[in-house]
């Protein structure tokens, strides 16, 4: 089975520099790139079943494909920052007009495109609503993963209940029962499926006594709970007005995924994102609320088929 490598880049912040982290897939000088950022929570190796998949349709398809799944910073093998207030959108769209920059610099991107899911999708749709920012290219396709512009207050209020609380467990498997719990809406998952998504979701804990047992705890840095818990609403309904205004300006070939029991991302919303901007293409999963994995055959289908269209023709 495939793997991906491990690499870094220094990004500057408010204090200084933060090291974020980045996973790659397939051919590291192929020119077609698909950036995939993921969620609140969560870090660069959930994208590894779609990444793999991805790799795979290029090389039946005789051609080449670079997968990048960044660890946005505070998440996953990236640095934590040593100012909390860094921990919102703008901040992380830098982040990632730094790694293009990077990737570009080391093989020329002739087509990008970008996977986002929740967090991710937010950061894209910065990137993409923005015309004059210096990309490589223009974003050809962009898939939403469970987000709009809109996104419901009571959603992020039940995030809120959770967010931060990394705890520490005496398994990988107690951390992953303990995230199927606040995780179910994510859909039906076999044991393995779930495992493997929870794996890369936790660190050991550090500790001078050599003879006590192993214990495990969440991988990402408990303050990014803070910009989170002090926003308010009237300030997100404010932030969403702006979000909007950059919807209407992308123009990536835009699909979006919702899990029918979403809770984050409503009907309404998703039904405004098929009738403005770039009129997104809809596609909603069965029995599963925010947010979809892409780990099943049917999510993996519609998204590979989207994004590697042209690598079948």
């Given at each position: 089975?495939?793997?991906?490598?491990?690499?870094?880049?220094?990004?500057?912040?408010?204090?200084?520099?933060?090291?974020?982290?980045?996973?790659?897939?397939?051919?590291?000088?192929?020119?077609?790139?698909?950036?995939?950022?993921?969620?609140?929570?969560?870090?660069?190796?959930?994208?590894?079943?779609?990444?793999?998949?991805?790799?795979?349709?290029?090389?039946?398809?005789?051609?080449?494909?670079?997968?990048?799944?960044?660890?946005?910073?505070?998440?996953?093998?990236?640095?934590?920052?040593?100012?909390?207030?860094?921990?919102?959108?703008?901040?992380?769209?830098?982040?990632?007009?730094?790694?293009?920059?990077?990737?570009?610099?080391?093989?020329?991107?002739?087509v990008l495109d970008w996977v986002?899911?929740?967090?991710?999708?937010?950061?894209?749709?910065?990137?993409?609503?923005?015309?004059?920012?210096?990309?490589?290219?223009?974003?050809?396709?962009?898939?939403?993963?469970?987000?709009?512009?809109?996104?419901?207050?009571?959603?992020?209020?039940?995030?809120?209940?959770?967010?931060?609380?990394?705890?520490?467990?005496?398994?990988?498997?107690?951390?992953?029962?303990?995230?199927?719990?606040?995780?179910?809406?994510?859909?039906?998952?076999?044991?393995?499926?779930?495992?493997?998504?929870?794996?890369?979701?936790?660190?050991?804990?550090?500790?001078?006594?050599?003879?006590?047992?192993?214990?495990?705890?969440?991988?990402?840095?408990?303050?990014?709970?803070?910009?989170?818990?002090?926003?308010?609403?009237?300030?997100?309904?404010?932030?969403?007005?702006?979000?909007?205004?950059?919807?209407?300006?992308?123009?990536?070939?835009t699909l979006l995924l919702r899990?029918?029991?979403?809770?984050?991302?409503?009907?309404?919303?998703?039904?405004?994102?098929?009738?403005?901007?770039?009129?997104?293409?809809?596609?909603?999963?069965?029995?599963?609320?925010?947010?979809?994995?892409?780990?099943?055959?049917?999510?993996?289908?519609?998204?590979?088929?989207?994004?590697?269209?042209?690598?079948?023709?």
């Amino acid at each position: 089975m495939i793997q991906p490598t491990l690499n870094d880049l220094n990004c500057p912040d408010a204090t200084g520099f933060h090291r974020m982290a980045y996973w790659q897939w397939g051919d590291p000088a192929s020119a077609h790139m698909v950036l995939c950022v993921h969620g609140l929570t969560r870090q660069g190796r959930d994208f590894d079943v779609l990444a793999r998949a991805l790799c795979q349709r290029a090389t039946d398809a005789g051609t080449s494909l670079r997968v990048i799944c960044p660890d946005v910073v505070g998440r996953g093998q990236s640095d934590w920052l040593k100012d909390p207030a860094g921990y919102q959108i703008p901040a992380y769209a830098a982040d990632m007009l730094a790694l293009l920059a990077k990737l570009q610099a080391e093989a020329p991107i002739g087509v990008l495109d970008w996977v986002g899911t929740s967090m991710g999708g937010l950061i894209g749709l910065v990137i993409c609503g923005q015309p004059d920012l210096p990309l490589p290219q223009r974003v050809r396709k962009l898939v939403l993963n469970d987000v709009g512009p809109t996104v419901e207050w009571s959603a992020l209020q039940r995030i809120g209940a959770y967010l931060g609380k990394t705890g520490e467990f005496e398994s990988v498997q107690q951390a992953a029962d303990a995230m199927w719990a606040i995780s179910s809406s994510f859909g039906p998952h076999t044991p393995e499926q779930w495992l493997a998504l929870s794996t890369p979701m936790v660190r050991p804990v550090s500790t001078s006594d050599s003879s006590a047992p192993q214990r495990w705890k969440l991988h990402y840095d408990p303050a990014i709970a803070e910009p989170f818990r002090a926003a308010s609403e009237t300030a997100t309904q404010e932030g969403q007005a702006l979000l909007w205004r950059l919807y209407d300006q992308i123009s990536a070939d835009t699909l979006l995924l919702r899990g029918v029991e979403s809770d984050l991302l409503s009907v309404d919303t998703a039904k405004a994102m098929t009738e403005r901007g770039p009129r997104a293409r809809l596609v909603e999963f069965k029995g599963v609320g925010h947010a979809p994995t892409m780990t099943s055959a049917d999510q993996l289908a519609v998204v590979v088929d989207f994004l590697m269209d042209a690598h079948d023709q």
